[in-house]
């Protein structure tokens, strides 16, 4: 599915999103690091200590993937504010992967922020988790 905003500004923000979750669902999560900044935290669903430096939130991202086979990956419903060189992404997922030799459905949420520099968006922050049950 392809998503569209009339602001130029906010695609090019959803792209890198996009970009960015390619890379890890397809198989490339070393490319992580054109989108991650090197100051990057994120809060994981199944981390209990949230990841700090863009490194640290690649490996973790690359561990999940090491660990998966992805089948599906779907963003639904974003919304993207901006503020002035910063953007803040939300959006609903659906993915399944198979793991441990068991295939997992998995629909949750998801919420970046991303800085601009150097003419680039980048994550700052990530906050993620499947909705409550």
Same mark, same amino acid.
């Given at each position: 599915m392809?998503?569209?905003? /009339? /602001?130029?500004?906010r695609?090019e923000v959803?792209?890198?999103?996009?970009?960015? #979750?390619?890379?890890w669902?397809?198989? #490339?999560? /070393?490319?992580?690091?054109?989108?991650?900044?090197?100051? @990057?935290?994120? &809060? !994981?669903?199944?981390?209990? =200590?949230?990841? !700090?430096?863009? *490194?640290?939130?690649? *490996? $973790?991202?690359?561990g999940?993937?090491?660990?998966?086979t &992805?089948?599906?990956? =779907? =963003?639904?419903?974003p919304?993207?504010e901006? %503020?002035g060189?910063a953007?803040?992404v939300?959006?609903?997922?659906d @993915?399944?992967f198979? @793991?441990g $030799?068991r295939?997992?459905?998995?629909?949750g949420?998801? @919420? %970046?922020?991303?800085v601009r520099? $150097? $003419?680039?968006?980048?994550a700052?922050?990530d906050? %993620?988790?499947? %909705?409550?049950?």
């Open positions: 392809t998503i569209r905003f /009339d /602001d130029p500004v695609q959803w792209e890198t999103i996009r970009a960015l #979750n390619d890379a669902t397809r198989g #490339n999560p /070393d490319d992580l690091s054109l989108y991650f900044h090197p100051r @990057m935290v994120a &809060i !994981t669903a199944t981390d209990q =200590e949230r990841l !700090t430096g863009g *490194a640290a939130c690649i *490996a $973790g991202w690359k999940f993937c090491d660990a998966a &992805i089948h599906h990956w =779907e =963003e639904r419903e919304t993207i901006i %503020f060189d953007a803040v939300t959006y609903y997922y @993915m399944s198979t @793991m $030799g295939t997992i459905a998995l629909a949420r998801d @919420m %970046f922020t991303l520099e $150097g $003419g680039r968006w980048l700052v922050a906050q %993620f988790s499947p %909705f409550p049950s």
